[in-house]
């Protein structure tokens, strides 16, 4: 058996033993506003429930083992006293991931990820209104558990008010599971789904993904893309170029064949296919072949 001293290991790969031996994890689709009234949004994995009368969650934002800094979320939580706290159903895992990018600061990680803003009842951050359940949150204390990388703060939130789609209800008015769908963190690229097991989604990129607010009009408006293939499709670094188009199309026999039958819904199809087989660069070259031509 291996045994482990904590002390005696590097955090990042003490983090990693515990992300993948305590899973799966629940997210905490955590969105508040800074002291100017940005909106943030970021998920994370250490989170739970943990008393209901009062309803109180607790998330913590761990702070940064590469260079010990703190995450955007904490600040905010520090500074405004406010959280709405979203729960992460499959239909949008794509796009939640993608909202992880470490943008800079002041950047809407809603725009990024393709989100829609809800404006709160009751505190000032924006719910998701994507989010099969919506939790509105008074910060009632922060409780920092260390002042080194990888060091976690408790932000335990009291429940005001909560926001439940109607689909995800069963017929007595409660949440059915499996209707609901969620998801939950484990370790590296891996995730639980609550209806089917486990699956991967792959980390974003470390430079900065263009995000879903960067993808063409007639690319989003198609019916043919998920909210989860948006996510895919903005989790890159740069859009192709002509030139990278051009090759593309040239050296693929069936990519020509797709394009000269000018069809809209067989060009869509094929990047659906694209997007569903982890090869988003080449939906994209595919779409936009077809605008340019």
């Known amino acids: 058996m291996l045994t482990i001293d904590p002390k005696e290991i590097a955090p990042a790969k003490l983090q990693a033993y515990l992300q993948t031996a305590v899973a799966p994890r629940p997210i905490a ?43 955007h979320t904490l600040i905010n939580a520090q500074d405004t006293k406010e959280v709405v706290i979203n729960v992460v159903n499959y239909d949008i895992v794509q796009q939640m991931s993608l909202s992880s990018t470490e943008y800079p600061d002041g950047v ?11 404006k709160s009842d009751l ?30 703060n408790l932000v335990i939130c009291e429940v005001v008010k909560i926001h439940i789609h109607e689909a995800v209800l069963d017929e007595s008015g409660m949440i059915d599971q499996r209707k609901i769908d969620l998801v939950a963190r484990m370790g590296g690229n891996w995730y639980s789904r609550s209806n089917a097991g486990m699956f991967e989604v792959e980390k974003p990129l470390t430079t900065l993904g263009i995000g879903v607010d960067s993808i063409p009009d007639f690319i989003k408006e198609s019916s043919f893309f998920t909210g989860n293939d948006l ?15 051009s090759i593309f199309v040239n050296e693929n026999f069936e990519v020509k064949g797709v394009l000269s039958s000018d069809d809209s819904d067989t060009i869509f199809q094929k990047a659906k296919e694209y997007v569903d087989n ?3 660069i080449d939906a994209w070259k595919l779409l936009l072949a077809k605008k340019i031509n």
Not at 43 to 56: L, Q, R
Not at 231 to 245: A, F, Q, S, V, Y
Request: proline letters at 8%; aromatic letters at 10%.
């Open 29 to 71: 689709f955590a969105s508040t506003i800074d002291s100017n009234g940005n909106p943030n949004l970021s998920p994370f994995s250490f989170f739970n429930v943990f008393s209901s009368n009062p309803p109180i969650l607790i998330f913590s934002p761990a702070r940064r083992v590469r260079d010990n800094t703190t995450k």
């Open 108 to 118: 809407n990680e809603f725009e990024k990820a393709g989100f829609t803003m809800l």
């Open 123 to 152: 505190v000032k951050p924006f719910r998701v209104a994507e989010s099969p359940v919506q939790f509105e949150c008074k910060i009632k204390e922060i409780i920092a558990l260390g002042d080194q990388g990888g060091a976690g």
């Open 231 to 245: 996510g895919k499709l903005g989790n890159i670094e740069n859009i192709p170029t002509e030139e990278e188009i």
């Open 278 to 280: 982890g090869k988003a």
